[in-house]
């Protein structure tokens, strides 16, 4: 059984129209629509599905290589956890921290990591008049206690390698078919527990910025950024999401093979972003902003 990403985000929301209008600022592609909800595409891969309700809620909805890795998946899951199967073949069930997740066949065969800020031989580059997102690339979850439990279950259940881990404090994961540093985040807040953000990739520099800059225009707020984090090595620009939660843009994450070493690292009081100031005075009131962590290098 491979997990190659992300396939669906799947968001319950009371303010439809509201919601609506940020994810086509944010440039998806609107796919179907009515009265209960709507379907928005990236570029490449990858769906956010809008549905009116009352009681908003978030679904992950991950990508299974094939319907038999689907079936196994979904025997070995109902063994000791709710399971529900759809109309559609969607595996529906909960993590161990009781975040709603989902699995399905792939719609894209394949990792694709989208490597960017590449031109061909004799190509001058052209500045993007639009952004369109290429996929969903992650997500992150609060987890208020046991984030080792939380973390063995996407490890050990669902095949997930570990990238780098803040002891103590964060595991970040790839999906067992995709070269992204991370597939899942998984961070401890104190007293926090949910859904953080989802990282939606763009092409580079250019496209993020442009992006930004556009949502800033039609009156969404930032929450973080523009930036670039230390671990995955991401430029990232994050924004409050009506769904609740933030949503990111992103570009140029490391792209890693089994080769690659995990990085074990400790808390302290330097701020893990390559753009902003470090080596400030521990403060241990500060609330770090989306996937904000105290880091050095444990060596």
Same mark, same amino acid.
């Given at each position: 059984?491979?997990?190659? &990403?992300?396939?669906?985000?799947?968001?319950?929301?009371?303010?439809?129209?509201?919601?609506?209008?940020?994810?086509?600022?944010?440039?998806?592609?609107?796919?179907?629509?009515?009265?209960?909800?709507?379907?928005?595409?990236?570029?490449?891969?990858?769906?956010?599905?809008?549905?009116?309700?009352?009681?908003?809620?978030?679904?992950?909805?991950?990508?299974?290589?094939?319907?038999?890795?689907?079936?196994?998946?979904?025997?070995?899951?109902?063994?000791?956890? %709710?399971?529900?199967?759809? &109309?559609?073949?969607?595996?529906?069930?909960?993590? %161990?921290?009781?975040?709603?997740? #989902?699995?399905?066949?792939?719609?894209?065969?394949?990792?694709?990591?989208?490597?960017?800020?590449?031109?061909?031989?004799?190509?001058?580059?052209?500045?993007?008049?639009?952004?369109?997102?290429?996929?969903?690339?992650?997500?992150?979850?609060?987890?208020?206690?046991?984030? %080792?439990?939380?973390?063995?279950?996407?490890?050990?259940?669902?095949?997930?390698?570990?990238?780098?881990?803040?002891?103590?404090?964060?595991?970040?994961?790839?999906?067992?078919?995709?070269?992204?540093?991370?597939?899942?985040?998984?961070?401890?807040?104190? %007293?926090?527990?949910?859904?953080?953000?989802? &990282?939606?990739?763009?092409?580079?520099?250019?496209?993020?910025?442009?992006?930004?800059?556009?949502?800033?225009?039609?009156?969404?707020?930032?929450?973080? #950024?523009?930036?670039?984090?230390?671990?995955?090595?991401?430029?990232?620009?994050?924004?409050?999401?009506?769904?609740?939660?933030?949503?990111?843009?992103?570009?140029?994450?490391?792209?890693?093979?089994?080769?690659?070493?995990?990085?074990?690292?400790?808390?302290?009081?330097?701020?893990?972003?390559?753009?902003?100031?470090?080596?400030?005075?521990?403060?241990?009131?500060?609330?770090?902003?989306?996937?904000?962590?105290?880091?050095?290098?444990?060596?």
């Amino acid at each position: 059984m491979t997990i190659s &990403g992300i396939d669906s985000i799947i968001y319950d929301v009371s303010d439809l129209t509201l919601v609506r209008r940020f994810f086509s600022d944010w440039g998806l592609h609107l796919a179907e629509e009515g009265y209960s909800g709507a379907t928005y595409r990236c570029a490449r891969r990858g769906t956010v599905v809008l549905q009116r309700s009352e009681t908003p809620a978030v679904e992950v909805i991950w990508a299974v290589d094939s319907k038999a890795s689907l079936d196994a998946l979904a025997s070995d899951l109902d063994g000791d956890r %709710d399971v529900r199967v759809d &109309g559609n073949g969607t595996v529906h069930t909960n993590d %161990d921290s009781g975040h709603a997740m #989902g699995f399905r066949v792939a719609s894209v065969v394949g990792d694709e990591a989208f490597a960017a800020g590449r031109r061909a031989p004799n190509e001058r580059f052209e500045p993007p008049s639009a952004v369109s997102p290429n996929r969903l690339g992650h997500v992150v979850y609060l987890v208020s206690d046991n984030l %080792d439990q939380a973390a063995a279950f996407y490890r050990e259940r669902l095949g997930f390698k570990l990238s780098d881990t803040i002891r103590g404090r964060g595991d970040f994961m790839r999906a067992p078919g995709s070269s992204d540093h991370h597939s899942l985040l998984l961070t401890t807040r104190k %007293d926090q527990s949910g859904f953080n953000h989802v &990282g939606f990739q763009v092409d580079g520099l250019d496209d993020m910025m442009l992006g930004g800059k556009i949502m800033e225009s039609r009156g969404w707020k930032t929450s973080f #950024g523009p930036g670039r984090h230390l671990l995955g090595s991401n430029l990232f620009w994050y924004f409050e999401s009506p769904t609740g939660g933030e949503t990111e843009y992103y570009a140029d994450m490391d792209v890693l093979t089994d080769d690659w070493k995990p990085g074990i690292w400790e808390p302290r009081a330097d701020l893990a972003y390559a753009w902003l100031a470090r080596n400030e005075p521990y403060d241990p009131s500060f609330t770090a902003p989306p996937g904000g962590l105290f880091l050095r290098r444990d060596d």
